[in-house]
């Protein structure tokens, strides 16, 4: 236990465990305030994890969390700095022949595992993963164990296409229970197949030895190995989730998308072929790998770079763009390319506070995650945080058998997909396209929404009781109020997606911007004075309005009879970019928050 003379005697008890939460948060960089440049924000955050207000995220299981808030020296966590310990002193003899520079580094990684060790308040994944990088930053060796990582995906490669594995694979399921009878038809006979072949797939590539294994084991190895029941809880969910079109849009399949978090080097090449196999069946699939080496975790590099996955990924849509918009992903989600390869943005295990705008956005997204390895499934699994889509989680068991569990996405999320927002933008078309037949004159009418922080109920009064207002006086005139279609749990990405696709439609008359002098007449409609915060405000402060304005003047080149009525356009300068998820401009975060 820390001793009592080493904090503040007068100090309460409650007092004492809000210092040491503070202090876990900085020492493992999770603090957003004091390390906005290193992890995702709030926002971004929730796109991947339900959070309560002010709860913190910690990527790690909740035991390890609960060992550390404990404020002892933990003999768990202190085995687990060991073996962390074991795996880089490991790195350094088997990688450094010079026995002096060997000693050198072994004393400076020892200097930096003693201080990160000191309190027992920084995650053990964290200690490594800076033992990891202090080795990589010092030696300049860009990655390891890439020869290893090589010949153990080559191996696996060999495996895959050699023929007692394939016989093994492709053996002919014999009925038994649950198998269709002949006059189910041919439909539930292909599921049946279907999902005999995958959950082949899925048992070859959680076996522990797959980089080592002999390529020539016999068919009976194999049938073996298939032959093991499938544990835990999720087999079944998985297996309607990629085989089942619960789904039907005009009698046909809609296809899933799924996000794919790999492992490790060897297992890599089994997953690519279940990878295959579902984009065959019509799935888009997005493989995530590290961002940067680590250990035999695969990487961005190993893709690109390693002969076996650069001709197994061959066809592939290599994603490197590590902040991409909500447009721009959805058009990527939309082209031919079903198969699609992006970094996760880190050097180490599963950390999504780390993770990158584009990862959080593919998580938030789509419509699954297949998360492989136990690592992940303790970082995912044994936590009490909720995320935003069903977690699917494969690993070895004890016995070696696949292990399958399932995790529902939270019922307090609110998610708006792709198709949602388009059919909400084809809903005000219809109703704009609808008016002009009647010969009325359709106005739409931005304005401040989100982006005076904390000031959002407001906002849409403001806009509401002003366009009210508008079509008592302008008779024939169809005005879109976007204010009114505001639902709670939208995002500025999820608006400006939505939006961006009734403002381009062509059927847009007359685009009005929001002055002052609106802002005025609308606190003075709502019986009220402007608030500080309102004085001076127009359609310039909002960064919705300042994206709305490019696109106006964009659209008015292919619709020149468009009028454009409010601020200049060259006003329209000071607000630049949302922050992630958020629905005002990025740098309001750090005003508003001190």
Request: some cysteine; aromatic content about 10%; proline content about 5%.
């Amino acid at each position: 236990m820390i001793e009592e003379a080493e904090v503040n005697p007068t100090a309460t008890k409650d007092a004492r465990q809000e210092a040491w939460r503070q202090s876990f948060l900085d020492e493992n960089h999770l603090n957003y305030r004091t390390s906005p440049d290193l992890i995702a924000s709030p926002a971004q955050m929730r796109f991947m994890v339900y959070l309560e207000p002010e709860q913190p995220f910690y990527p790690c299981s909740q035991r390890v969390y609960e060992e550390i808030m404990a404020r002892v020296k933990s003999p768990i966590l202190g085995e687990m700095y060991s073996e962390g310990w074991g795996r880089i002193a490991h790195l350094v003899r088997s990688k450094i022949e010079d026995q002096g520079r060997a000693d050198f580094l072994l004393d400076l990684l020892n200097i930096k595992y003693q201080h990160e060790t000191a309190n027992y308040n920084v995650i053990p994944s964290r200690v490594e993963k800076r033992l990891f990088k202090l080795f990589l930053d010092t030696t300049q060796i860009e990655d390891p164990l890439r020869d290893e990582k090589a010949a153990r995906n080559r191996r696996a490669a060999e495996i895959t296409t050699g023929p007692d594995f394939l016989e093994a694979v492709n053996r002919v399921v014999p009925p038994g229970p649950g198998c269709p009878p002949a006059e189910a038809g041919l439909e539930a006979s292909r599921r049946w197949i279907d999902a005999a072949k995958l959950k082949r797939l899925f048992q070859a590539s959680v076996q522990p030895d797959i980089g080592t294994r002999d390529p020539a084991a016999s068919p009976s190895d194999w049938d073996e190995v298939f032959g093991r029941p499938v544990a835990g809880d999720g087999w079944a969910v998985l297996e309607n989730f990629l085989l089942t079109p619960e789904n039907r849009l005009m009698g046909h399949w809609v296809p899933r998308r799924i996000l794919y978090l790999s492992d490790r080097a060897g297992e890599i090449v089994f997953d690519l072929a279940v990878i295959n196999f579902l984009v065959r069946l019509g799935h888009t699939v997005i493989l995530a790998v590290k961002h940067a080496a680590f250990y035999d975790l695969v990487h961005f590099g190993d893709v690109v770079n390693d002969p076996t996955l650069k001709f197994l990924t061959g066809q592939a849509e290599l994603i490197t763009h590590r902040r991409l918009t909500k447009n721009q992903l959805a058009a990527l989600l939309r082209n031919d390319q079903r198969f699609k390869i992006i970094s996760d943005g880190t050097m180490e295990k599963l950390n999504l506070a780390m993770t990158s705008v584009t990862f959080a956005r593919c998580f938030k997204e789509v419509d699954g995650i297949i998360a492989k390895g136990a690592e992940q499934r303790m970082r995912l699994f044994e936590t009490m945080f909720e995320y935003t889509q069903d977690v699917y989680s494969l690993a070895p068991e004890k016995d070696g058998s696949l292990g399958v569990l399932f995790r529902s996405r939270s019922a307090k999320v609110v998610r708006f997909s792709t198709s949602d927002l388009e059919a909400r933008a084809a809903e005000i078309i219809a109703r704009m396209r609808q008016s002009r037949e009647q010969g009325m004159t359709v106005m739409f009418y931005s304005g401040i929404v989100g982006s005076i922080p904390g000031e959002t109920d407001t906002a849409i009064q403001v806009m509401t009781v002003f366009v009210e207002d508008l079509k008592k006086q302008q008779a024939g005139t169809f005005i879109i109020n976007p204010s009114s279609y505001f639902s709670p749990g939208m995002d500025a990405d999820d608006l400006m997606y939505m939006w961006e696709i009734v403002q381009r439609s062509g059927l847009i008359d007359i685009w009005r911007f929001q002055t002052y002098q609106d802002i005025e007449k609308s606190f003075t409609l709502l019986g009220r004075k402007a608030p500080p915060q309102w004085v001076g405000k127009d359609a310039t402060f909002s960064t919705g309005c300042t994206k709305e304005m490019a696109i106006a003047t964009d659209v008015q080149k292919k619709y020149p009879e468009m009028q454009i009525i409010g601020p200049d356009p060259e006003r329209f300068m000071r607000r630049g970019e949302y922050g992630i998820g958020l629905l005002h401009d990025a740098r309001l975060s750090e005003i508003y928050s001190h």
